[in-house]
């Protein structure tokens, strides 16, 4: 048997996936509130003015900022709402809400503990708590040793980035040395094969001094007349 708490966390889940993939519905971007919104069924994807029937805000369907008819949508900013505003404002490092949006898919995330490094579980996309910006090509995490962002990484990532150099430095020690071994290898092989085939240079130098002496002598003798 499933507990009753675990059941309740996967219908939650569900419902939450349905209205993502639901063109017709979407949440109400304020923290405060995250209501269900219901859109117009004609053109859905199209941007259009929607109003929370529970907090009152207007806001966006597309961007989930502010309503702003003959704008373009600015997807790139993050945007929120505070509670009871119907305006949006942009994160601050400062910023230390338990809840944003990811800056791709929008779908609401919780820190409750952990490192600044965020992965959002719907899209996968990889970016920082504070400031929103994407992680996705950024491995060895840089993004936190300069910039407003420096040194709020978390504890857990600290060290993690310490393993890793650990392990960096470890497989650069291999690597060298793996590299002295080749050469050591390659001169003790050059002196090997000296050494096997000194005796054979031993006895073959006489011939070739006699061999260059005849010819020597050959090319000294007159021409018969």
């Known amino acids: 048997m499933v507990a009753a708490e675990i059941m309740q966390k996967y219908k939650k889940l569900q419902f939450e996936r349905e209205v993502l993939l639901d063109p017709c519905r979407?949440?109400?971007?304020?923290?405060?509130?995250?209501?269900?919104?219901?859109?117009?069924?004609?053109?859905?994807q199209n941007p259009q003015l929607v109003q929370?029937?529970?907090c009152d805000i207007e806001f966006c369907s597309s961007c989930k900022a502010n309503w702003h008819p003959g704008q373009v949508c600015q997807e790139n900013l993050p945007i929120t709402f505070l509670p009871g505003e119907s305006s949006s404002a942009q994160k601050t490092v400062e910023d230390d809400v338990p809840i944003?949006?990811?800056?791709?898919c929008k779908?609401?995330?919780?820190?409750?503990?952990?490192?600044?490094?965020?992965m959002c579980k719907n899209c996968k996309h990889a970016f920082c708590w504070y400031c929103l910006e994407s992680l996705d090509d950024d491995f060895l995490l840089i993004?936190?040793?300069k910039g407003p962002c420096r040194n709020k990484l978390g504890l857990w990532t600290q060290t993690r980035r310490r393993h890793h150099g650990r392990c960096t430095g470890r497989t650069t020690n291999k690597k060298k040395i793996?590299?002295?071994?080749i050469v050591v290898g390659i001169f003790a092989g050059f002196g090997l094969l000296l050494l096997v085939a000194s005796p054979f240079l031993l006895l073959a130098t006489p011939f070739v001094l006699c061999c260059k002496c005849k010819c020597s002598k050959g090319d000294d003798d007159p021409l018969p007349t």
């Open 26 to 44: 979407t949440w109400c971007p304020s923290s405060s509130c995250q209501a269900v919104c219901k859109l117009q069924e004609k053109g859905p």
């Open 107 to 118: 779908v609401y995330i919780e820190r409750d503990e952990g490192c600044a490094q965020m």
């Open 178 to 181: 793996i590299s002295t071994c």
């Open 143 to 145: 993004h936190y040793d």
């Open 52 to 54: 929370c029937t529970s």
């Open 100 to 104: 944003k949006r990811c800056p791709k």
